[in-house]
Every structure is written in structure tokens, then in C-alpha cells.
């Protein structure tokens, strides 16, 4: 989850560029970074946190978390292959 939460804090600015997308994507990091203390992990919990953290509407979230969706299986296959992000 470390290696997740870098390489995000480290690509960020380069992935989004709009200041809406980085405040959704900040949030979700935020969220990673205190997966510990979530309770409920369920997907309308989480889009409300989100929600509350950033202070976007859902359609704006989910077109943000569908893009970070696409890196992420790239991250995982990367470190499946290479043990590397």
C-alpha cells in the first residue's frame, strides 16, 4: 500500500492537470493513506468521503476514479512482473 500511496503522490500533477481532478485525486490518496480507520468500505461510503474531501459531485469522482482505474492495473501488472511500481 506504501509503494501505491508514492507512486501516486509522485505521478499526481502529471496524470491530471486540472485543480478539480487533483483535489479528487488528492482526496483519494488521503483515503488511502487512512485505510486503516475507514470502517465501512462500501462504494457509497467511500464517493461520500470523497465527496466531503474534495467538494465535487459524484459524476466529476467517477470520472477521476475510472482514470486512476486504468494506471492502477498498469501499477499492479508493472510490480507483478518487475517487483517494481
Known amino acids: 500500500m506504501k509503494l ?3 507512486y501516486w ?5 502529471t496524470i491530471f492537470t486540472k485543480m478539480r481532478d487533483l ?3 488528492y482526496a483519494v490518496i488521503e483515503l488511502l493513506r ?9 462504494k457509497k461510503t ?3 468521503l470523497i465527496r466531503e474531501i474534495s467538494n ?3 459524476q466529476q469522482i467517477t470520472k477521476v476514479l475510472n482514470r486512476m482505474k ?4 498498469q501499477v499492479v501488472r508493472n510490480y507483478t ?5
Open 34 to 42: 487512512n485505510c486503516e480507520r475507514i470502517e465501512n468500505f462500501n
Open 56 to 58: 465535487c459531485k459524484t
Open 81 to 85: 512482473n518487475r517487483g517494481v511500481i
Open 46 to 48: 467511500l464517493y461520500l
Open 70 to 73: 486504468g494506471y492502477q492495473s
Open 23 to 25: 483535489n479528487i485525486a
Open 4 to 6: 501505491l500511496i508514492d
Open 9 to 13: 503522490e509522485k505521478n499526481v500533477t
